[in-house]
C-alpha cells in the first residue's frame, strides 16, 4: 500500500482536523535517507492502516508545511494525535523505530 | 527474525556498519557462505547516504548519486544471502568465544566480527549544540541546505568540507559566514579560489564558537575571536558544523586496541586484523588517511577474505 500524500491545500482537513493518529513523513527526492525511508513508510500505511493514517509531504513543493512545524532536516516524521503533534523523529532509524512511534501514541 | 546458521542467534560471521566497508564486507561474506548478519547503525548507508553526486566511483563515469550507490549495494549484499538489520549495536563482548554483540537487550553471537563503523561528525560540545540539532544546527549541508532559503547561515570550520558546505549553502541562502578558527583556511587551492570568488561568502578568522542560543530554533549565536578574546553575539538562522569526522568506536573501548584519535588498531596476522583474533575492521573506522568510498570498499573486501580464511582455519 503507497502512503497517501499531503499538501497545503489538504493538510488542514486530513492531518490536523482529523481523529486518531496520522504520521506525517516529511521528504525530499534528493535526500538520500528519505529514498532508504520511503518504502518503509508506505509498508507501514499498509500494516496500521486500521491504527493509523500513514502519509507523506514533499518539503519542496509544500514550504509552508515545512516551515510551519519546523521541519528543518529530513526525514523528518511528525505523529499528530487529534490534529496536535505528540511525537517526532528526525533521521531514518529503521521500521522499527517508526513503528516504536507509533505503538507508544496507541 | 530469521534464523542464522546455528539456531537463532548465533552467526559464522557479524558485520557492524553499512556503509562502503560494511556493505562490500556483505557481499563478499555472503558469496563465501557465510550467511553473515548486518547492523546497519541509525546511519543506514553511512555518510554516503549524505552526499549529492559521488564522480570519483571506479565504473560510473557520469557518477552516481550517494544514496542510489549505497542502496544497490545493500541490496547486492542481501542478493548473496547477508542479512541485514536496522539496528544499532549497543555493546559487544570480545574477550571470549564466541563474541558477543548486543542490541539493547538482544543478544547475538558470532564466530567473527567485521567492524566497520566508520566515522561520524565532530560536534563542538558548546551549549545549545544538542538542543538545537536539527532546528538550526545542522552536520549535512547537502541535506539541509534547501531549508535556508534567504537565510543567514554559518560555516563552522576552514577544511575542504567547510569550504564545500559554504558553497552549497550560497545557491539558497542569503548571508553566508564561515567561522575559521586561525587565520588560513586548510582547504585546497581549487575551493579556496572558489569561496574567495563567492560574493555570497565572508570569513570570519580566527574566530571561535561560544554558545548557540534559541527556543525552538537557532536565532543567535556568541562566538570569540581568539586573538583579540572580544566577544560578539550574532543574528543567525542556521550552523553547519564542518569540523571533521571521528571514528565510530565508542562501544568497542576496552574490547580492542585503539590508536591514540580512536581509529581501531590492526595489529594480527592477518592485514585486517584488530587486536582480538577473530575481530576484523575495515573503512573510515580504523583509516584517518584516505576516507574514500573506494578505499572503504576495498578494506571491507579484505576484511571479509581475512574473516573467511581465519574461520576455515579456526572452526571446521
Known amino acids: 500500500m503507497t502512503a497517501v500524500h499531503f499538501s497545503v491545500k489538504d493538510f488542514d482537513e486530513k492531518v490536523i482536523k482529523a481523529k486518531g493518529l496520522v504520521l506525517v513523513d516529511f521528504y525530499a527526492d534528493w535526500c538520500g535517507p528519505c529514498k532508504m525511508a520511503g518504502p518503509v513508510i508506505d509498508e507501514l500505511a499498509g500494516e496500521y492502516k486500521d491504527k493509523a493514517v500513514v502519509g507523506k509531504v514533499n518539503v519542496d513543493e509544500n514550504q509552508e508545511l515545512s516551515s510551519k512545524y519546523g521541519v528543518m532536516s529530513i526525514p523528518t516524521v511528525v505523529l499528530f494525535k487529534d490534529g496536535k503533534e505528540v511525537d517526532r523523529m528526525m533521521g531514518f532509524k529503521g521500521k522499527e523505530g517508526y513503528e516504536d512511534l507509533i505503538k507508544k501514541a496507541l | ?140 549541508a547537502v541535506c539541509d541546505a534547501p531549508f535556508y532559503k534567504n537565510k543567514r547561515v554559518l560555516v563552522i570550520g576552514g577544511g575542504d568540507s567547510a569550504v564545500e558546505d559554504a558553497l552549497v549553502l550560497t545557491k539558497y541562502a542569503n548571508e553566508v559566514k564561515m567561522v575559521v578558527r586561525r587565520d588560513v583556511l586548510r582547504a585546497s587551492k ?58 565510530s568506536t565508542e562501544i568497542f573501548k576496552r574490547q580492542l586496541e585503539l590508536d591514540e584519535k580512536g581509529y581501531i588498531k590492526r595489529l594480527g596476522e592477518f592485514t585486517t586484523m584488530t587486536s582480538v583474533e577473530g575481530v576484523f575492521a575495515g573503512g573510515d573506522v580504523v583509516d584517518f588517511r584516505y576516507k574514500q568510498a573506494v578505499t572503504a570498499a576495498g578494506m571491507g573486501c579484505m576484511a571479509a577474505l581475512d574473516a573467511e580464511r581465519w574461520l576455515e582455519k579456526n572452526y571446521v
Open chain 2, 190 to 247: 581549487i575551493m579556496v579560489d572558489r569561496v574567495k570568488n563567492s560574493p555570497k561568502i565572508e570569513i570570519l578568522w580566527n574566530s571561535e564558537l561560544k554558545e548557540v542560543m534559541g527556543e525552538n530554533r537557532v536565532e543567535k549565536v556568541r562566538m570569540v575571536n581568539n586573538k583579540t578574546n572580544k566577544e560578539q553575539e550574532l543574528a543567525v538562522d542556521g550552523v553547519f558544523l564542518a569540523i571533521g569526522h571521528k571514528p
Open chain 2, 1 to 140: 527474525m530469521k534464523v542464522g546458521r546455528f539456531g537463532s542467534f548465533r552467526f559464522k560471521l557479524i558485520i557492524i556498519g553499512s556503509g562502503p566497508a560494511g556493505f562490500t564486507a556483505g557481499i563478499y561474506s555472503g558469496r563465501a557462505e557465510l550467511k553473515p548478519l548486518l547492523f546497519t547503525g541509525d546511519k543506514q548507508g553511512g555518510q554516503l547516504m549524505n552526499t549529492a553526486l559521488v564522480e570519483n566511483w571506479p565504473g560510473a563515469e557520469k557518477g552516481v548519486m550517494g544514496s542510489d550507490l549505497m542502496m544497490k549495494m545493500r541490496k547486492q549484499a542481501e542478493k548473496f544471502g547477508a542479512e541485514v538489520i536496522d539496528k544499532k549495536v549497543t555493546r559487544v563482548d570480545f574477550s571470549k568465544r564466541p563474541f558477543k554483540v548486543w542490541v539493547g537487550e538482544e543478544e547475538f553471537q558470532a564466530e567473527a566480527v567485521i567492524i566497520a563503523t566508520g566515522a561520524e561528525n565532530r560536534m563542538l560540545g558548546i551549549p545549545g549544540e544538542k538542543k538545537l540539532l536539527g532546528k538550526g544546527v545542522a552536520v549535512c
